[in-house]
């Protein structure tokens, strides 16, 4: 049996694609906003970083109304660190939008989420978008989208999808490109037409999933998800099922549907619909709410295991609690505890200390994020290099690898593949465009990608694209070369002064600007040499009637080079942190004395003979 009246469909896609552009569009055109309400652009993306960053991080749910059917729909992350976020989104659909640019083509990611759908058996309407672009080329993009399709094993209901041809930016669809349109209703037919209602059960027993997490202050935690099979009811008793066949009798407070961008009240919600459930503070993601006398719990969901991993520390540094609330063990701990809740994709462990937690994810892009999103909230923390998370497979250590996807210019192909296979990295595919431009596959440890990144902007000189993609577990490749410079650290207290920053021009770049309060052990540029070398950047002049302290007035320094987050953590090498505070980040070594770190040298080499 189906529920003809509702539909649930996920939009997927490569990042910045246009699937938050097209939900706004939906949004407009299916009468959700006012006629005079200002709407931001891009509405969806209701976080912060997300605006900022110009990506979706966050799957998030919304509901039109079409021809008396609810749709129900799912924005989900294009990006394949947030693949979790995708994977629990596919369980509560029937079916997906594949948005495709219709210059760019089928990229990495659209691989990714390809094949998640494609093992769910979904079925997938293809949308070309931005065919207004002038380097347009659908006829191509779609031939491409067929042969994704094969690669994938689609099998022969699967490959026959229908295709819609989109402008999100202005709200227009069409079947055929010669047509003209000024709305979307060629794209909510099809969706009616070839995504199925959702199929039900016999509706004897109440079966909720879990796919998500939210928080309201006046609710507390709110557990959303669809409802597969039976009848929900507020105010009436269920059992929660949760992991290793756990059951605990709970209590439905409050039941929400989705409307628009808002959630709706409501007293009882039908199988096949997705609803949000307030009033228990103890559900999981992955949990099964069934029937208080007789449980049927579903089958968890299961997402692709990390492959990196950080470990976060309490900070412990000269300026230690000047601008956080958050400071100790405790707020650390509850706050990664509360990811972990609210994300499958991100593991926490405890460590020997007590003050330091291995946090575990799916790339940096994502673990980024997480710090980012903490140091906005008020915590104060540090962190380490990202490594790698290897596994033993007869008897054997294997690690994670990626394929990338590179798009350079001629010019940069003999440095840039030299300087991947530097890290270990092998080529598989070459592909020159003709308009001097050239793609290149490559696959590589996922050692090799970290600290690589910012080096790739520099090679291409900002004008390379770089993607990838998991791919799998291979032996492990041995070592790789690192950051081949070593760092600027400073040996004392004080502030950086204008004279030391002179004599710094001919040693390394500077991370610091003049007047910027530093402390023994901190790191304050990159050294152009191999090599740690220690720095009084806090020297001042001396002054006598020979040295006037204006001297320096019309010297012009080289400006410093700040680091972003990402930057930060690409750059610190084993024995190097990054500090993050509400209002600044500060790279330094784990040990901050350099006495000790010169005896810890010293014995490491002594061992080494």
Same mark, same amino acid.
């Given at each position: ?103 760019e083509g089928p990229l990495p990611q659209t691989r990714f989420v390809v094949k998640k759908a494609l093992q769910k058996k979904l079925p997938i309407i293809l949308v070309i978008n931005k065919i207004d ?102 105010n009436k008793s269920y059992t929660l099922c949760g992991e290793g066949g756990s059951n605990t009798p709970i209590k439905i407070s409050v039941l929400y549907t989705f409307s628009g961008l808002q959630k ?129 497979? %007869? !008897? $054997? +250590? #294997? ?7 590179? /798009?350079?210019? @001629?010019? &940069? =192909?003999?440095?840039? *593949? ?74 004392? %207290? !004080? $502030? +950086? #002064? ?7 021009? /001919?040693?390394? @770049?500077? &991370? =610091?600007?003049?007047? *910027? ?93």
């Amino acid at each position: 049996m189906r529920n003809e009246s509702i539909r649930n469909i996920a939009i997927i896609a490569h990042v910045d694609h246009g699937k938050t552009t097209l939900v706004d569009a939906m949004l407009r055109q299916s009468g959700i906003f006012r006629d005079n309400q200002v709407v931001a652009e891009r509405v969806m993306d209701s976080m912060d970083l997300e605006k900022e960053r110009g990506i979706t991080i966050m799957a998030k749910n919304t509901a039109v109304l079409y021809k008396g059917i609810k749709i129900n729909i799912v924005d989900t992350p294009g990006h394949a660190d947030f693949g979790g976020e995708v994977e629990r989104s596919l369980n509560m659909v029937d079916g997906t939008l594949l948005l495709v640019d219709a210059s760019e083509g089928p990229l990495p990611q659209t691989r990714f989420v390809v094949k998640k759908a494609l093992q769910k058996k979904l079925p997938i309407i293809l949308v070309i978008n931005k065919i207004d672009r002038s380097d347009a080329r659908p006829a191509e993009v779609i031939n491409e989208v067929y042969d994704l399709f094969i690669e994938l094993d689609a099998d022969e209901e699967q490959i026959e999808f229908p295709i819609i041809y989109t402008n999100a930016k202005i709200g227009s669809a069409r079947h055929n490109l010669g047509e003209d349109s000024t709305n979307l209703l060629p794209l909510f037919d099809t969706i009616i037409s070839a995504i199925p209602g959702p199929e039900i059960g016999d509706g004897s027993v109440t079966q909720f999933l879990v796919t998500n997490l939210d928080y309201d202050n006046y609710v507390g935690r709110i557990a959303i998800g669809r409802l597969m099979n039976g009848l929900l009811e507020s105010n009436k008793s269920y059992t929660l099922c949760g992991e290793g066949g756990s059951n605990t009798p709970i209590k439905i407070s409050v039941l929400y549907t989705f409307s628009g961008l808002q959630k709706t009240q409501v007293e009882r919600v039908e199988a096949g619909d997705i609803a949000s459930i307030a009033g228990e503070d103890d559900v999981k993601i992955g949990d099964t709410i069934s029937d208080l006398e007789n449980p049927v719990p579903l089958k968890r969901i299961k997402v692709d295991e990390p492959t990196i991993s950080m470990i976060f520390y309490v900070n412990n540094a000269p300026f230690a609690g000047k601008e956080g609330k958050f400071l100790t063990s405790r707020h650390l701990r509850d706050r990664l505890l509360r990811e972990k809740l609210g994300n499958v994709a991100i593991e926490v462990k405890e460590t020997e200390r007590a003050d330091a937690f291995e946090v575990s994810g799916r790339g940096e892009l994502q673990m980024v994020v997480l710090i980012e999103m903490m140091r906005r909230e008020g915590y104060e923390f540090m962190v380490s290099k990202p490594r790698v998370l290897t596994r033993m497979e %007869n !008897g $054997k +250590v #294997t690690e994670p690898v990626e394929r990338i996807f590179v /798009d350079v210019p @001629e010019a &940069f =192909v003999g440095a840039i *593949t030299e300087a991947i296979s530097s890290r270990k990295g092998r080529m598989e595919n070459l592909r020159n465009n003709g308009n001097g431009r050239v793609d290149i596959e490559f696959l590589i440890p996922s050692r090799g990608l970290i600290g690589f990144r910012s080096q790739f902007q520099i090679l291409t000189k900002g004008s390379g694209v770089i993607n990838t993609l998991f791919e799998g577990y291979e032996p492990w490749y041995g070592p790789i070369p690192q950051r081949s410079t070593g760092a600027l650290v400073s040996d004392r %207290n !004080g $502030k +950086v #002064t204008t004279y030391a920053c002179l004599s710094m021009a /001919d040693r390394g @770049e500077l &991370f =610091v600007d003049v007047g *910027t309060d530093v402390y023994e052990g901190m790191i304050v540029g990159e050294r152009n040499r191999s090599g740690d070398l220690n720095v009084n950047i806090t020297k001042e002049k001396k002054l006598t009637n020979m040295r006037s302290s204006t001297a320096e007035t019309t010297v012009v320094l080289r400006p410093p080079r700040p680091l972003s987050l990402d930057q930060a953590i690409e750059f610190i090498a084993e024995d190097e942190l990054v500090e993050i505070t509400p209002q600044s980040q500060r790279l330094r070594k784990f040990e901050l004395a350099a006495t000790k770190r010169e005896i810890e040298l010293k014995r490491e080499k002594k061992y080494g003979q």
